[in-house]
């Protein structure tokens, strides 16, 4: 088996993006990312999207997507996991070439939300829950977020300041970059005098609607080496994992096991311990979910996971994650990736974590039946 | 790369499935083929679904089916391209297995349309097609159908009668399939006497709406030899590849180059000639889409596909085809593949092919902008 590298990456901005469509965002950044690698042409394209048939009825985008980039004829496969749809793109396209089946990989990671209303959004986020049994309830992912997050504070004891220190930290980080929605600093009491969602989760507590997409080119290492001057990243580990569908039927409602499972099997592929990771690219579309994420990651004790934040062990969603640098949810696990190129290869600006050699991404899906981590090292 | 075998298959009826779900549906073909096979737990599964999004607002279908299944904690994932969403999950499950990913992948294709009214169904029908430059017209798939009918009748001085055949032949191989959705012979002058969908494309020229399930487990061959009695099916090729995405940009209105293209890639792969083939599994959602997918596979001249069929060259479609099995979108690329391993291990009934050794299926999305081809053989 051939050892891969990410050799291109490119993104849009993120935000509410009125002049652009689907299609002028995926080409945005695929073409960003083909002129980073210095490639013209690629074996195949694997997309990642998640409401794009619900928000735009707008299916079939692996064909759509090649179409718009004037690949026609290249194959293309689209896939979907909600959060996670971009992540598992990237992890089709490494096992492609990785096993051998491709030589060059275009990976798309797309989500254009500002058209809709927001209670169509809302209707979109809840599709990757069961809709017989949770969505009829009318239960939103914010009302199911703040059930967690209630639960976190009171077994763990933990004050709602330290978890919204999280979005204190992710503004903070976005500050720094260019492509994020938000540039806003914000304190703990900004965060906690915001209005209420489903209480007790509040407003800036959790992410919002946004338009953006991110691409990435891979090839094998050897190949990367002789296109590249730029350093070469390489996919170290690359897993995912599933969970029971619905929160009550699980063991503990504050560990998802879905993360905890994709995690010890991309470490194991990788062989490094965790130790050896120098940044945490992680799933943060509320506080509370970043804080129990890096948790069930191996990064904190269960209940420890807002004093890791509060002290900064390790730089954690760099580039501000879902909070600061925006939510295009199908695209954010491309996201994650391109900023974790951009770290490794020294590129990350007044963000650069320093002697950054291997970084880590994760996304989880829904209110936690699906995650998936990729480990990627530049040594 | 090892070689790979299809080890299970299972399917549910086709139909009006008013009492059954998505997930009774995917639950039930599942369970089939695990139990063919012999097989308690797999490594991976891969979903083909087209429109559970916008007809049940059910996405995240890795997980969903997973948790249905009670695999929980088993990596999913969920792949849509329309017509060859099943197609192409079974394409990167077979990807998995021989490249020594997985053991046992389960693949399950899935549809349920009963549930929707026939304009949210028509609605949904054109997701595969641009949503800005084609599907705001107002045009639906049949009325797509019908422009290529009527080109091709004029450009190659085809009868109505000739091309109606195919709904013969469909309904009749149906009648013997104890899963198909018609029971009903029909004449050719039942088809040219039934309403008009879209002048000239006839009511029964064209596929309906149907709920249903299909699925298959693939492991390494020499795996299979060991766990089953049942002659071993052999996955011999398979690929994909897209086209032009609007149906007027194309040289040729009347050649899908979709199907042209992974029809070579599979028979290179599969190192056969197209002689070989001893039946064909082909996308059929309309009459002429059947006849213009046997000429692009290979098996007859452009303008001749209809006199390949009225003189039944060799065995199309042996269970029914789209029009006569039915047409569940995401799931029929997937029915073909079981269908096919029902010929190859001589379990075809009363419609079993003398002496088949070798099999091909084709799926095409919407008006020819992807298209998938498997080959599949027992030799």
């Known amino acids: 088996m051939r050892r891969v590298a990410v050799v291109g990456v490119g993104c849009t901005k993120v935000g509410e ?20 690698a210095g490639v013209e042409r690629v074996d195949f394209v694997y997309v990642g999207n998640a409401y794009s048939q619900i928000l735009q009825s707008q299916g079939n985008l692996g064909s759509f997507i090649v179409d718009s980039l004037g690949f026609n004829g290249t194959p293309s496969i689209s896939i979907e996991a909600a959060d996670s749809s971009g ?12 096993l051998g089946w491709a030589n060059y990989v275009l990976v798309v990671g797309v989500e254009k939300m500002s058209d809709s209303t927001p209670e169509e959004v809302a209707k979109a986020l809840m599709a990757c829950e069961d809709q017989d049994y949770v969505a009829f309830t ?20 933990i004050k ?11 503004h903070k980080n976005a500050l720094n970059n260019p492509y994020a929605q938000f540039k806003n600093p914000l304190s703990v009491e900004d965060v906690l005098k915001s209005p209420i969602l489903a209480d007790p989760l509040r407003l800036l507590e959790y992410t919002t609607i946004a338009d953006g997409s991110a691409a990435l080119i ?12 730029k350093p070469v990243v390489e996919v170290l580990g690359s897993a995912s994992a599933t969970d029971k569908f619905y929160l009550p ?3 503990d409602s504050l560990t998802f096991n879905a993360t905890v499972e994709a995690a010890k099997k991309a470490f194991q592929e990788a062989k490094i311990s965790i130790d050896k990771v120098d940044f945490i690219e992680t799933h943060d579309n509320s506080t509370i979910m970043g804080v129990i994420s890096i948790e069930d990651l191996g990064f904190a004790e269960k209940g420890r996971g807002t004093t890791f934040i509060v002290e900064e ?3 954690i969603n760099t580039m501000g994650g879902s909070k600061g640098r925006g939510h295009p949810i199908g695209a954010t696990g491309v996201y994650q990736l391109v900023e974790t190129v951009w770290q490794l290869r020294g590129e990350a600006g007044k963000n650069q974590v320093k002697d950054a050699k291997i970084g880590l991404t994760h996304t989880l899906t829904g209110i936690g039946n699906l995650a998936a981590v990729n480990i990627l ?3």
Chains 1, 2 share one sequence.
Request: hydrophobic letters at 45%; proline letters at 2%; aromatic letters at 8%.
């Open 17 to 36: 993006l009125w002049d652009k469509s689907l299609k002028d965002l995926a080409v945005e950044s695929a073409t960003k990312a083909l002129d980073d």
């Open 87 to 98: 992540s598992l793109a990237f992890h089709e396209a490494y096992k492609a070439v990785k």
């Open 138 to 157: 009318g239960i939103t992912q914010a009302g199911l977020h703040a059930l967690v997050l209630r639960l976190y504070m009171e077994r763990f004891r």
């Open 160 to 170: 709602h300041e330290d978890v919204a220190m999280f979005t204190v930290k992710a």
């Open 218 to 229: 891979l090839c094998p290492l050897e190949e990367a080496k002789k296109i590249t001057d």
């Open 249 to 251: 039927e699980r063991i």
């Open 313 to 315: 062990k390790i730089p």
């Open 377 to 379: 090292g530049c040594l």
